[in-house]
């Protein structure tokens, strides 16, 4: 096995950077419908793949799993000649392993679209993963453990183990030499291979069984190795059938179960906690499923005929061979006669994995269960397994407001039931929330009944739907005008926003004045919002009766006043409260209805400037059409300073901060000292400054003549806004798909072509010290000239996409003025300068 550093730097010798554009270029020469189905895989990843970049990529796996096998075999040729036929195999494959995220061993072979959403993020990882490397499968065997992560396609480890297992089942050459690769990796006897993950999957989800007894004996000679154990059960799960069956069958044969990693194991499988105190009963779990896994009919009859646990491992067993079956038996173990049984089988469904829509309606039907404990269970597994509010029905709805008027209204904790251990909390607030989040159209009224019952979430909910409704009338004001007093500051502030728009009456002005002998400011200035919309004689009522009240009270009654119009009546109260023995905090609200205004009072300047001394707003302009802020000699600058850096790759650095010190290659420092974000109490005492300076000045001082354009502060100033712009490779995975819309609009000020930069880092980092060092005011200049066209080049789109309306959640898809400001290079240089030299702006 190589040494790390040897094998990243003959990996990185050896990658195609421009593997990407090839790619491309083959997929454009398939068919349209094809293309249609690969280019969402050659897109950069989004973190969580959302939105737009996840329908895509949904749309393609559907169209991959209806492809035959000559036109899924193109399409993976186009992404990856020399995986082609491996990674068509493995996406026909991986329909029948386990579909979920978890570490559970639940298959679906006869619905392809459960495993399509995990196949399709898995092969986008492959192919970004693979992509930079031209070689055969059984070169990835070797150097599997040392591949890189493309931040630009995947955002974690890929595991190409099950990719090996295809290739291997596949025969031919190919997948004989990846067989014995991965042997001679796991013994060392490899050159460049090594042990790991990818060896115990790949060899695991073939179907040859030499690759099987070759784990079983890595398994059964692991002594003290709990590690290799753990790797090998975690792994066993998702290995072929036979293979997993194999594993269980040793473990029992070999009394196996005695270590920490096999009950892990056993855990994962059953989606129950087994603990070492346990073991007998572990033990008896795994022996059932033992012979369930065999019998698949006995399995069967178990789940219907057997205890708690026969229903429970029975469905387990037949789940891991194929989950619909399962799925069928427990809804008819739910009607069976024994609570603990159908508690078992309400278990299992909660363990599944199965998307909300296949367990919904089984979950309908629990709820209605005579038992309190196994209904209370269906409502929590509802919750568990992410009901959408959109996706429910009326059936769903009357299900849990039967449920809420079974439940007592105190929570209190029924006895354990089914195969759990705990007791089960019968809780109506739960289930009261459930149905406000689902109540869709409904009347609100129903609620109220159960209004004891909710907690402060469910509560505010409430308020919010009848601040939406528009009419608000009957029992549900008097409740809104409760809630406005509410023990929670959430839930006051949601029923005072209910009431946005109301006027109240004399009645609930008497149920709330009680409320203002409370400190809370949020509710003393909800209240007195709400008072303040009173006539103008009920008002000045309530103020009266506050003002013959507490302390707190009195405060309320001059602060109420001070909010009212100052007609002669209100002035008149005001006066009378002052004579009465106002403290100095009443005076200064009443001082506000009985003196003359205060000038400045509204003055918004603070007497700084006048409105009339401020610059009028106007558009900017586009400039001259076609503009740009480069010349050829930012290009060419980009080019040679990224030639110098990779000549200087393996130079050792020195890099020193407040912390520490540490040695790092060249090519490998993630971090370089920045001339814009330079400390001044403390960098004078460090070597801050840019790093190889006698290389890199060296070079800039003797430029040759392509290489220089007006002066040095634009040559400096040009190439590093080029080098922002057009390097294909600059943000994060995560936020890349946000930011990509704002390059492509800037990218034409600068120029119209990408780069390709071995150390785009290095570059950057050099030229900001360089324009640091020959800043002057035509920097500033341009930086401002460059600015403005900048913000003229915005499309009217995206202005009219900030008058949308959209979810709080969703506002990141509209908002897009803040990617604008930070990827704009003009306006963070003019920003950084401002700091860096202030004297350019004077």
């Known amino acids: 096995m190589l040494a790390w550093e040897e094998a990243g730097a003959r990996l990185s010798a050896v990658a195609d950077q421009h593997w990407l554009r090839s790619a491309r270029q083959r997929v454009g020469r398939l068919e349209s419908e094809l293309q249609s189905l690969a280019e969402p895989l050659l897109e950069p990843r989004t973190w969580s793949l959302h939105g737009e970049q996840q329908r895509k990529l949904s749309e393609a796996a559907t169209g991959l799993d209806e492809l035959g096998g000559e036109q899924l075999r193109s399409v993976m040729d186009a992404l990856h000649p020399q995986l082609g036929p491996s990674l068509a195999a493995w996406w026909k494959a991986a329909v029948s392993q386990p579909f979920g995220w978890g570490p559970g061993a639940f298959r679906a072979p006869s619905d392809p679209a459960l495993t ?11 192919v970004g993963t693979a992509g930079p490397h031209a070689e055969p499968l059984e070169w990835f065997a070797a150097w599997a453990p040392y591949l890189s992560v493309p931040d630009r396609f995947v955002v974690e480890p890929v595991d190409i183990g099950p990719l090996l297992a295809a290739g291997i089942d596949a025969g031919g050459p190919v997948g004989e030499a990846t067989f014995r690769t991965l042997i001679d990796s796991a013994t060392g006897e490899h050159p460049i291979g090594g042990m790991g993950s990818h060896v115990i999957v790949g060899l695991l989800r073939s179907s040859r069984t030499g690759g099987w007894e070759f784990i079983e004996s890595m398994l059964l000679t692991a002594q003290r190795q709990e590690g290799l154990r753990q790797s090998i059960l975690e792994a066993a799960g998702g290995a072929h059938p036979d293979a997993f069956t194999r594993i269980i069958d040793l473990i029992s044969s070999e009394d196996l179960i005695r270590f920490a990693a096999t009950i892990s194991a056993v855990s994962a499988w059953l989606g129950f906690p087994e603990h070492a105190e346990r073991l007998d009963d572990a033990e008896r779990r795994l022996r059932l499923l033992q012979a369930y896994r065999t019998d698949r009919g006995l399995a069967a009859r178990q789940v219907i005929e057997g205890e708690a646990w026969d229903t429970y491992v029975g469905l387990c067993a037949t789940a891991q061979h194929d989950v619909l079956p399962a799925l069928d038996l427990a809804r008819e173990a739910l009607r069976l006669a024994d609570r603990d049984n159908r508690a078992a089988a309400l278990r299992f469904l909660v363990y599944s994995g199965l998307p909300i829509e296949y367990l919904l309606p089984s979950f309908v039907a629990a709820m209605a269960d005579p038992d309190l404990g196994v209904a209370s269970m269906a409502h929590r597994a509802l919750v568990w397994n992410g009901y959408r509010p959109e996706a429910s029905d009326g059936e769903l709805y009357g299900a849990l407001d039967d449920l809420a008027r079974r439940l007592p209204e105190k929570t209190r904790r029924a006895e354990p039931v089914g195969i759990d251990p705990d007791p089960v909390p019968l809780d109506r607030g739960a289930v009261v929330a459930t149905m406000t989040a689902v109540l869709g159209d409904r009347p609100l009224e129903p609620l109220l009944a159960h209004l004891p019952s909710m907690d402060p979430a469910t509560r505010g909910a409430l308020a919010r739907k009848a601040g939406e409704r528009g009419k608000l009338d009957g029992d549900l004001r008097r409740a809104v005008v409760k809630l406005v007093g509410d023990r929670s500051s959430m839930v006051r502030k949601c029923a005072v926003e209910a009431m946005e728009g109301l006027q109240v009456d004399a009645a609930e002005a008497l149920e709330l004045e009680p409320l203002l ?26 103020s009266r009766r506050l003002w013959n009240g507490s302390e707190l009270q009195r405060d309320a009654a001059c602060e109420l006043l001070s909010t ?6 209100v002035v008149a109260t005001a006066q009378g409260f002052l004579a009465d023995g106002a403290s100095e905090t009443q005076q200064a609200f009443l001082a506000l209805v009985v003196g003359e205004k205060q000038s400045g009072v509204d003055d918004r300047t603070l007497g700084l400037f006048t409105p009339d001394e401020m610059t009028a707003p106007h558009p900017p302009h586009t400039g001259p059409e076609g503009r740009r802020f480069s010349d050829p000699a930012a290009f060419r600058i980009l080019g040679e300073l990224d030639d110098l850096a990779e000549s200087h790759r393996n130079t050792v650095l020195e890099l020193v901060t407040w912390q520490d010190s540490t040695e790092v290659l060249l090519a490998d420092a993630t971090w370089l000292p920045g001339a814009f974000h330079r400390n001044r109490a403390w960098a004078g005492e460090l070597d801050w400054g840019m790093v190889l300076p006698e290389v890199f000045r060296g070079w800039w001082d003797n430029r040759p003549a392509d290489c220089r354009g007006e002066s040095e502060a634009l040559d400096a100033l040009r190439a590093l806004v080029v080098s922002q712009l057009c390097v294909d490779h600059e943000d994060p995975s995560f936020i890349r798909g946000r930011r990509s819309p704002v390059r492509e609009l800037l990218r034409p000020l600068v120029g119209p072509d990408l780069l390709q930069l071995r150390h785009p880092g290095v570059v950057r980092h050099v030229l900001e010290w360089l324009l640091v060092e020959a800043a002057d005011q035509s920097v500033i200049d341009e930086c401002m000239d460059a600015t403005e066209v900048a913000l003229a080049s915005i499309p009217g789109t995206w202005l009219q996409r900030l008058t949308e309306s959209v979810d709080e959640g969703r506002r990141y898809e509209v908002e897009w003025r803040g990617g604008f400001v930070q990827l704009c290079p003009w306006i963070t240089l003019t920003q950084n300068l401002l700091i860096g030299k202030p004297s350019l702006m004077t």
């Not at 959403?117 to 990882?125: G, W, Y």
């Not at 509710?523 to 009522?541: E, K, N, Y």
């Open 517 to 542: 002998t409370r400190r809370a400011g949020d509710l003393r200035r909800g209240v007195i919002g709400l008072l303040g919309r009173l006539p103008v004689s009920d008002a000045l009522d309530s």
């Open 564 to 569: 009212l119009d100052r007609r002669p009546a």
């Open 116 to 126: 399509r959403d995990r196949r399709i993020r898995d092969l986008k990882d492959l």
